[in-house]
Structures are given as structure tokens and as C-alpha cells.
């Protein structure tokens, strides 16, 4: 075999090396993966986290309405008698509308959640930058955009769970403007209060106790 020619030698020629230059097949995970993200056919993802805060904090907030409005109505019943608060709670209690609140936690969870959600991450694509005009940008389009969107939702998905949409254009009429204007003077303040002053860590639980007031709020001018 030495006379034929070794090590890759044949009768005194010399053949070139021949190697594997087939590239390897790409793994199927990363070719799926490749062409989901050039395709986008991954799909819509549900804010679960956001639904679950938004609805929390909307059941809190209409919470608070109704404990506060039965026990105002309930002391003032009991006025000059014997009574003690120990006695008007289980009343308050037992008085408790629980499919209003059932109302308010899905509004929260369906709509508001994943609505503000996407409105928010929608906003910082269009203005990243974390300069003093976009903020008061943000702040102004939150007001202008997101505010009647959100009033005009919470009041017919309101009416629509107590069969009252034929209703609905005079409760605009009535309390669509005014809790629009008391949203003006509440948010703005909290807005800036919360980019200028509050750490980031820190923004979402800021905003989140602003929410309970504003939902109590909300809550007391829906069931007017």
C-alpha cells in the first residue's frame, strides 16, 4: 500500500485533502424560533400580572365606596339611639353589593388592565426618552387620550351588566364631563408628582395607591 502512495499520495501525485464543508443542519428550536420572530406568530400575551393589580385595586376601591356609604347611611339612621358601631357592621356587611364589585373587578381585570397596559408600553415606544417635554407629554396624551377612554368604558360596561344601555347617553351627559374634570386635577398632580419624584423601583406601587382612591371615586359616581 506504501507504493500506491500514503498518506494521501497517489503513484507520486499528491491529493489534495479533501474535508466535510457541508455546514451543519440549523436545530429545529432555533429555526422555529427564527422564523416566529421574522413572522410574529407568537402571538398576543395576556398582561396577567396588570389584569390581576388592575382588578385587585378596583375591588379594593369599590370596596371602600360601599363600606363608606352604607355606614354613613346606617349611622345616620341610628342617630339619637342606643346603637354602637359594633352593631351597625354586620349590617354594613350584609348590605354589601357583591355584584357590584363583581362589575368593577372584571372591568378592571378584562379592560383596564390590558388596555393601560398596552396604552403605557405604546407610549414609551413612542417617546423613550426620559426628558422633561416627554414626560409633560406623557402626562398631557394620558389626560387627553387614555382619560375619556377609560370614562366612557367603566360607564357602558356598567350599564351593560345592569341592562340599562338604553341609559347610557344621559349618564354621559350627567356624569361623563365632571368625573373627567375631577380626573384632570387628580392625575396630573399624581402623574408628575410620580415620574419627577418617585424612583422607578417605586412607580407602580405609587401609582397603585393613587388608583384606590381614584376607584373609589369612580365607583361612588357609578352607582349615583
Avoid at 78 to 95: A, R, W, Y
Avoid at 112 to 122: D, E, F, R, V
Avoid at 165 to 194: C, H, M
Wanted: aromatic content about 14%; proline content about 6%; glycine content about 8%.
Amino acid at each position: 500500500m506504501e507504493a500506491l502512495g500514503g498518506n494521501g499520495a497517489f503513484w507520486g501525485w499528491k491529493l489534495p485533502e479533501i474535508r466535510n464543508t457541508k455546514r451543519p443542519f440549523p436545530s429545529k428550536s432555533k429555526s422555529s424560533d427564527s422564523s416566529a420572530e421574522s413572522t410574529g406568530s407568537r402571538g398576543y400575551r395576556f398582561p396577567l400580572k396588570q389584569a390581576v393589580t388592575a382588578s385587585s385595586l378596583a375591588l379594593t376601591g369599590d370596596t371602600i365606596a360601599q363600606l363608606s356609604s352604607h355606614w354613613r347611611k346606617r349611622k345616620d339612621s341610628i342617630s339619637g339611639s342606643s346603637d354602637t358601631s359594633k352593631d351597625i357592621m354586620p349590617s354594613v356587611i350584609s348590605d354589601h353589593d357583591w355584584l357590584r364589585a363583581l362589575r368593577m373587578t372584571s372591568y378592571g381585570f378584562l379592560l383596564y388592565g390590558p388596555g393601560s397596559y398596552a396604552w403605557y408600553k405604546y407610549l414609551d415606544h413612542c417617546l423613550p426618552h426620559q426628558t422633561p417635554q416627554n414626560i409633560i407629554l406623557k402626562v398631557l396624551l394620558n389626560q387627553i387620550v387614555l382619560g375619556p377612554c377609560v370614562i366612557g368604558v367603566v360607564f357602558a360596561w356598567n350599564n351593560l351588566w345592569l341592562g340599562k344601555l338604553s341609559e347610557l347617553p344621559n349618564k354621559y351627559q350627567k356624569d361623563a364631563l365632571p368625573t373627567l374634570f375631577y380626573g384632570f386635577r387628580f392625575w396630573i398632580p399624581v402623574s408628575l408628582l410620580n415620574f419627577w419624584m418617585v424612583p422607578l423601583q417605586a412607580r407602580v406601587a405609587f401609582m397603585s395607591v393613587g388608583s384606590i382612591f381614584w376607584n373609589f371615586y369612580l365607583s361612588s359616581t357609578m352607582s349615583k
